[in-house]
């Protein structure tokens, strides 16, 4: 991997001699020089999973790019290529790693053929919420685990945003109870496609950019991609007809930002934490972007697409979730790492939970209620 710099002139600073007055007003004019001030700029190239300009996650990535450029004046300089533009979009990882591009933004769970335990950092089904999941990555030794499955491919991670609670999926026919799931082919990537398998479900890992075609032509019986905000984009309701609430398996799905090692250390050292500043700031606004937008989306897929919005069944939410823990319990013994991962998650979901049993919930109950 080699990084690309170019020199650029920033400034011609010119020092001039005071003049000097002597021997009846005379003046004498001191010789004037010139100096040239040159700054470093270091140009990179961020790849991403995400159609250009897609609101929410593309717009996401070019947020942070813009950040990342204009906090640091402009001697990090970061040039954005969506899906398809320098490399197909679950190649983003790879691209990273041997150096085609410094950064790339993605979702961890799409790697989990690389490293299972990867598919922790994106969402777990019946896990934690965007909040929590920030807190066990930054506060809860989570980021620590992150870095250190992606350390052998010369990748460091960041989390670069959330979407919140998901929505549960589209379908082309109501689900009445678990045998509903047997042989319908649903795009779900991550832990909650192999839930999907455990219940009779086939999953399809495929990118957004092609999920519209293939559930209009039947390629796929199922969908889910991520709620209201960008559902509505992408026209999914032209092509099932029933909504489904709640998004059991992406409690809080969490973005990331992927940068190559080398290049990253190489940086000075200003540049680093203005990297990281920017990746946190991005990280917040996402979040924020879906939370504020999502129920205006959603109203109008109701009332002007007349979308029919359903909740799931207890018994089958239940059954999910027993599915669900017998699911990660597999992943975690298929490898060290894995389990490793696993066992943080678990420890933290616990203690978080408690926490917010009396303060979360029982504050969301009161003013509900009241």
């Known amino acids: 991997m080699q990084t690309v710099k170019t020199w650029s002139k920033l400034a011609l600073v010119s020092l001039t001699a005071a003049t000097l007055v ?19 700029v270091i140009n990179w190239k961020m790849v991403t999973t995400w159609p250009k300009n897609f609101p929410g996650l593309g717009t ?25 533009e320098l490399v197909p979009p679950l190649e983003v990882f790879d691209a990273v790693s041997r150096g ?9 769970y799409y790697w989990k053929g690389k490293a299972p335990a990867a598919q922790f950092f994106t969402a777990v089904p019946f896990g934690l919420t965007a909040q929590e999941i920030n807190s066990w990555i930054h506060h809860g030794g989570g980021l620590k685990l992150w870095e250190e499955i992606y350390e052998p491919f010369n990748l460091i991670p960041m989390a670069a945003g959330n979407t919140g609670v998901q929505m549960g999926g589209w379908f082309n026919k109501e689900i009445n109870s678990l045998e509903d799931f047997q042989g319908l082919k649903m795009r779900m990537p991550g832990l909650g496609g192999e839930v999907l398998k455990k219940v009779g ?14 559930l209009q032509s039947g390629t796929i019986d199922a969908t889910e991609w991520v709620g209201p905000y960008n559902d509505l984009a992408f026209g999914l309701y032209k092509a099932a007809k029933f909504y489904y609430s709640p998004g059991w398996h992406e409690p809080g799905s969490a973005m990331e930002a992927i940068f190559n090692k080398d290049a990253f250390e190489a940086l000075p050292t200003d540049l680093q934490l203005i990297v990281r500043a920017a990746v946190r700031q991005s990280n ?11 129920n205006a989306a959603l109203q109008t897929l109701l009332n002007e697409h007349k979308v029919e919005l359903k909740t799931f069944p207890k018994d089958v939410l239940a059954a999910l979730k027993v599915a669900a823990d017998e ?3 597999e992943v975690a013994a298929a490898d060290p790492m894995s389990r490793k991962v696993y066992e943080s998650f678990k420890d933290f979901r616990s203690k978080v939970s408690a926490w ?15």
């Open 284 to 294: 917040a606004d996402m979040l924020d972007e879906f939370t504020a937008l999502n």
């Open 356 to 370: 917010h049993e009396v303060s979360e919930r029982a504050y969301i109950n009161a003013r509900d209620e009241n």
């Open 22 to 40: 002597a021997c009846g007003g005379s003046e004498e004019a001191k010789e004037t020089a010139q100096v040239e001030k040159k700054v470093e």
């Open 327 to 329: 699911t990660l319990e």
């Open 201 to 214: 479900g086939t999953p399809v890992n495929l990118p957004g950019g092609e999920i519209f075609t293939a």
């Open 100 to 108: 085609t591009a410094e950064i790339g933004h993605s979702a961890a």
């Open 60 to 84: 996401g990535a070019e947020n942070l790019a813009k950040n990342i450029t204009d906090m640091s004046n402009g001697r990090l300089n970061i040039k954005v290529y969506a899906a398809g």
